[in-house]
C-alpha cells in the first residue's frame, strides 16, 4: 500500500486506499457551529518516504498519494520565487521572497488540489466531480476536468465574482449559483454527491486536496536548494492551504530531507478571523464572515482544527489585517513590484508589513520569509473600485502632449 488514513481528531486508523472523506465516528460531533471534527489525513508508507529520501531531487508525484502517470496533461509546474527587492528594501527584510502561485493554469492556487482530486478519479474509476466554492477552487477543477475529461458539478455562492463563476461556465463545467453564503453551497455539494455519486472535492472535506496542497511545499524545497524558509505567510479562509502547506512540510520532514517544519504565519481579515480566534484563544465557534476579499470569507473553517493545530506546532501565529489595509496593500504589491494579486492573495502581504517588526524580533531581519501569493488580481479588477481610475483622453494634438503635467 502507498497510503492509508488516520482522523486528525481521534487518530484512529483506516487501512484503504478507497474514496474517504471524515471519520465517521468524530463526524457525528459536527454540529454546524464549532468547526468540523473528523478530517482524515493521509499517511505515505514508509517505502515511499524511503524513495523520496534516496532521490537527488524530489517532485510532488514522489509524495502523493495518487501520483500521475503523465505531469505534463495539467502541469504543476514550479511557480516563480521573487524576490520583491523595492519592498524587501523598505521592509529590511534581506530574504523576502514572494512565491507566485497566481501562475498556475487557472490563475490560482486551487489547481494544485484540484489536480490531485482528478487524479484521485482518475485511479477510482470515477468521472464526476462535485464542489463548492468561492470562486476559485471551482475555476480550477473546472480547468483540470477540461484538460483531464472530467464532468464537474460546481456550486457557488451567487455572489462570487463573476470572473470567477464565467471563468468556470468557459471550461465546461456544471455551475450551480446557489442563493446563500458559500457554507451554504458546501453542504448542498456534499448533498449532492450522497444523493448523486461522483467525488466530492470540497476543500478539506476530501482529504485529497490537502495532498494536492502541499505540493506548494516540496516545489518550494527544490526551489530553495533543498531546504525550507524561516516563515511562510498563508492567507488563511478554510484553513485547507495553511494544512497543506505544513504536510508538505511534514512529509519532508519525515522523508529526512528538513528538520523542521517553516513558522507558519495565518493571515485572516479582521472580519473573517475565525481561524486567529482558534490559535490565540482556543476559540473554535463558527463566526459571521463578511470580508471583501472573498477567497477567504468562511463563516465556519473546513480545515479549522487541523489549520490552527498545525500553526501552533510550527511556533507560528495569526495576523489579522483590516478590509482596508487589504485593499492598500494590493495597490503596493501592483506599484513596488508588479504582481497584481486578488484581495485575498494580498491579505497575505499586508499580514506581513503589520507583522514586520513582531517578525524580526522572532527570527531577525535576515530569515527567509515567503509570502504566498495565491491569486491573481486580474479574476476580480472591481476590487480597485473608488482606488484608482481611467485618466481623461486627451486630444490628438501636439498641444495636449506639451501641457502634460509629467
Ligand atoms: C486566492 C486564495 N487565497 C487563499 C485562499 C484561502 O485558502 P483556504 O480556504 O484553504 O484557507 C483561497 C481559498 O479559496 C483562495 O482562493
Known amino acids: 500500500m502507498r497510503f492509508h488514513y488516520v482522523c486528525s481528531d481521534c487518530g484512529r486508523v483506516f487501512e484503504t486506499e478507497g474514496l474517504m472523506y471524515q471519520c465517521p465516528e468524530c463526524a457525528k460531533r459536527n454540529d454546524g457551529k464549532t468547526f468540523p471534527y473528523g478530517n482524515l489525513r493521509v499517511e505515505l508508507d514508509e517505502s515511499v518516504l524511503k524513495a523520496a529520501r534516496e ?141 448523486k455519486g461522483g ?67 495565518a493571515c485572516q481579515s479582521t472580519k473573517s478571523a475565525a481561524i486567529a480566534n482558534a490559535i490565540e484563544n482556543d476559540d473554535f465557534r463558527a463566526i459571521e464572515a463578511s470580508t471583501r476579499a472573498d477567497s477567504i470569507s468562511v463563516d465556519l473553517p473546513a480545515n479549522g482544527r487541523m489549520a490552527a493545530r498545525s500553526v501552533i506546532a510550527s511556533e507560528g501565529w495569526a495576523v489579522r489585517v483590516s478590509d482596508e489595509e487589504i485593499l492598500d496593500s494590493q495597490l503596493t504589491l501592483t506599484r513596488e513590484s508588479g504582481v497584481l494579486a486578488e484581495p485575498a492573495a494580498a491579505a497575505a502581504y499586508a499580514a506581513l508589513e503589520k507583522d514586520r517588526d513582531h517578525l524580526v524580533s522572532v527570527l531577525g531581519e535576515d530569515a527567509s520569509v515567503v509570502v504566498l501569493l495565491t491569486g491573481t488580481g486580474f479574476k476580480d479588477m472591481k476590487a480597485f473600485d473608488g482606488k484608482v481610475r481611467l485618466p481623461e483622453s486627451i486630444e490628438n494634438s501636439a498641444e495636449a502632449v506639451r501641457a502634460l503635467p509629467f
Do not use: W
Open 55 to 195: 532521490k537527488e531531487h524530489v517532485t510532488p508525484d514522489d509524495f502523493y498519494p495518487y501520483p500521475g502517470e503523465d505531469p505534463s496533461l495539467y502541469p504543476i509546474f514550479t511557480t516563480p520565487l521573487m524576490k520583491p527587492e523595492r519592498i524587501a528594501k523598505r521592509l529590511g527584510l534581506a530574504n523576502l521572497m514572494f512565491k507566485l502561485d497566481s501562475q498556475l493554469i487557472s490563475g490560482s492556487f486551487k489547481d494544485r488540489a484540484s489536480y490531485e482530486v482528478a487524479l484521485q478519479a482518475k485511479a477510482l474509476g470515477e468521472t464526476k466531480i462535485a464542489l463548492a466554492s468561492t470562486g476559485n477552487a471551482g475555476a480550477a477543477m473546472s480547468a483540470v476536468g477540461a484538460a483531464m475529461g472530467l464532468d464537474i458539478i460546481l456550486f457557488v455562492p451567487e455572489t462570487a465574482p463573476i470572473n470567477k463563476l464565467m471563468q468556470s461556465v468557459l471550461y465546461g463545467a456544471k455551475v450551480v449559483p446557489v442563493k446563500g453564503t458559500y457554507d451554504d453551497a458546501f453542504a448542498l455539494s456534499i448533498e449532492y454527491t450522497r444523493l
Open 199 to 265: 467525488i466530492n472535492r470540497n476543500t478539506a472535506y476530501n482529504p485529497m486536496t490537502i495532498e494536492g496542497k502541499k505540493s506548494v511545499s516540496i516545489d518550494l524545497f527544490e526551489q530553495m536548494g533543498r531546504k525550507a524558509p524561516d516563515a511562510i505567510y498563508v492567507p488563511v479562509g478554510d484553513g485547507c492551504i495553511i494544512g497543506g502547506v505544513a504536510k508538505g512540510f511534514d512529509d519532508l520532514m519525515k522523508a529526512g530531507l528538513i528538520e523542521r517544519v517553516p513558522r507558519l504565519i
